[in-house]
């Protein structure tokens, strides 16, 4: 029997030691900071349960089969669980070099949101060379080779054979207390709780907690997440939700401040690729970057404390066209079960007889953009699909924005002026690899944003010299921010911080707009102006009705959000169950009505869940 024992604690061992191993790695590719010795073991430490666990996991197989081993002569069972080690070898080293890649570009540990991504693999992985894809499949291979080799090697041939039938019980009863063993490892021990995500916290420092998880029990454990929208983030019984709420999201507009020389201008909404304020330079950004759009927050009108809901292009879109806050767990856009029970702002405009239109150079199927925007109402879509091979192929994304800037300048330039229109232009270069044809700025990432912003600048020019220009508003506004530089606090509010500009000829005068707001509130303010309802928006808010008395900007992130207020800011991480950004001592009212808002939304989407399944059981 000792052989056997020999063999799955040696099995073990192995799998175990490569997940401890994966943590230092992934820690010196993805931190923005020297860390200490003592931190690296710290990580190792904490992160070593969960790690454990997934190593108990992947050992239930061979366990079994050396149990079985005890009743059958001679079975061999190097060459059955041969094929086995080839699978876990290489799904754990594939899991491992993707977390380790993608955490880069995405500040979170890879779960089921890739899946989202991987279905437009072109997309997917546009951001990087043929030559960094080529080069992790091939350190993902050898890891596969080296990792089946070593439990291969520790794997025997043969056990040796017990004949009697008294002994051959007496041996799998001794087993017993190894797999009640490896069953508590599983567990994650004997107490109430079970293994879970957030018992490898240990620091302030959410880097050091997120370097701790174990990259394969994180991508399953998302997968297995509850679906029940409704049943997720119920921090507070209904009572206390409805008081917290209060005030927080008024419905009825009063006194709206008149910004706009015209009840019904033509507007063109541009949605700026990651343009956070770390480019702006009225918001502390990098100040020569993007000279036109910090020119047009003095020509037009400034909103200087808008917060971006969410951090990726497909969850800030929803943001921002259907007042929806972005969610932490999933990403609504790629549901089109739950995004067409979403209010639109196309959808609103085409009801008071807008034509409405949507431009993006790029694939119009990544995430399901287009679904959700033929749902919202957008009549008509132009991707790169209408344009020539020849501009698509510059940029791994499709057609970079001179290109698609220009086709906007000439697609206005040819209306009627006294037609009402409502175009929407989702921009691209601002984006990795950040190859643009344009050399301002030696700093590849600074240049690509520098264009984007050339070409707005261009774009202003051409159109104040058009008819079109005195009947026309204009909205600049970030899907999403970016970290630049890369460092400070992960999850603060500088990453979500953004710039909401109007400008044109419907504007009537220059102002600056300092009420905190959010990006979500971008449909409600607008159609304020137009005098239209937005009372299908439940979570925007018309900021420039006297009704909008507690300025707040929320936001989310993977399993956390920030709340932000006269008072400071607080940024809470649900995992852990703690406030990770703490400001002074009115954080705890901050947390609780950010808690509330999230379980709002929760509530409100499991209840579109609800309809539109009753919709279809009819």
């Known amino acids: 029997m000792k052989h056997r024992i020999k063999y799955i604690v040696s099995f073990f061992l192995l799998i175990w030691g490569y997940f401890l191993l994966q943590k230092p790695f992934f820690i010196l590719c993805n931190a923005l900071q020297g860390y200490s010795i003592k931190e690296y073991l710290e990580v190792i430490l904490h992160g070593a349960s969960l790690d454990a666990t997934t190593a108990g996991y992947l050992t239930i197989i061979p366990f079994i089969l050396t149990v079985a081993s005890i009743w059958f002569k001679h079975l061999p069972f190097r060459k059955i669980l041969f094929p086995y080690y080839i699978i876990i070898a290489f799904f754990t080293s594939l899991i491992f070099i993707a977390d380790l890649s993608l955490y880069a570009f995405w500040q979170y540990k890879m779960d089921a949101s890739i899946f989202i991504y991987l279905g437009s693999p072109k997309q997917a992985f546009a951001s990087v060379s043929t ?67 957030s018992q490898v916290y240990f620091s302030g420092d959410q880097f050091l907690n997120q370097s701790a998880i174990n990259p394969d029990f994180n991508l399953l454990w998302s997968i297995g997440k509850q679906n029940d929208y409704s049943k997720e983030f119920n921090f507070f019984n209904e009572s206390k939700r409805k008081d917290l709420m209060t005030g927080l999201y008024p419905k009825e507009d009063t006194n709206t401040e008149e910004i706009l020389t015209t009840r019904r201008p033509n507007v063109l909404i541009i949605l700026m690729e990651s343009f956070g304020g770390t480019f702006i330079k009225p918001l502390g950004g990098v100040p020569y970057v993007a000279p036109h759009l910090n020119q047009l927050t003095k020509e037009g009108i400034f909103f200087s404390n808008c917060y971006a809901n969410s951090f990726r292009t497909d969850r800030g879109s929803v943001c921002a066209f259907s007042g929806y806050p972005g969610l932490p767990t999933v990403s609504i856009m790629k549901v089109p079960a739950l995004s067409k029970t979403m209010p639109c702002i196309a959808r609103s405009f085409a009801k008071a007889g807008y034509k409405t239109d949507f431009l993006y150079g790029g694939d119009p199927n990544f995430t399901d953009m287009q679904s959700y925007l033929l749902m919202g109402g957008y009549q008509h879509i132009t991707s790169e699909n209408d344009f020539t091979e020849a501009q698509k192929n510059y940029s791994k994304w ?40 344009y050399h301002r700025l030696a700093d590849k990432e600074l240049n690509a944003f520098a264009f984007t912003d050339a070409c707005i600048g261009k774009l202003i020019a051409r159109l104040k010299a058009l008819p079109q220009w005195k009947n026309l508003l ?43 707001m959010n990006q979500a509130d971008l449909p409600a303010t607008i159609l304020g102006q137009l005098g239209l309802s937005h009372q299908d928006y439940p979570f925007s808010r018309n900021v420039l009705s006297t009704s909008y008395i507690h300025p707040f900007a929320f936001y989310s992130f993977v399993n956390g959000f920030g709340y932000c207020d006269s008072t400071g800011v607080s940024v809470y991480d649900d995992v852990s169950g703690k406030e990770i950004i703490p400001q002074n001592r009115s954080g705890k009212q901050r947390i609780e009505k950010g808690k509330a808002i999230l379980q709002s939304l929760y509530k409100d989407l499991g209840e579109r869940q609800k309809n539109n399944h009753l919709t279809h059981k009819r």
């Open 474 to 516: 204009i909205v600049f506004l970030p899907d999403h921010g970016i970290y630049y530089p890369e460092k400070g606090e992960r999850n603060g509010p500088r990453y979500y911080r953004i710039p909401l500009i109007w400008t044109g000829g419907a504007v009537r005068k220059p102002m600056v707009i300092s009420k905190i």
């Open 131 to 197: 030559g960094y894809i080529l080069l992790r499949i091939l350190i993902i291979l050898m890891l596969t080779a080296l990792i089946t080799g070593l439990l291969y090697k520790t794997t025997p041939q043969y056990f040796p054979q017990i004949d009697q039938h008294k002994r051959q019980t007496f041996n799998t009863l001794w087993a017993l207390p190894l797999g009640g063993i490896l069953f508590l490892i599983i567990r994650g021990g004997w107490t109430v709780a079970t293994a879970n995500v």
């Open 398 to 437: 499709g057609v970079n924005d001179a290109v698609t800037f220009d086709y906007l300048y000439h697609q206005i330039a040819h209306r009627d002026p006294k037609s009402h229109w409502l175009t929407t232009f989702l921009t691209l270069s601002s984006h990795e690899p950040f190859k643009v044809p």
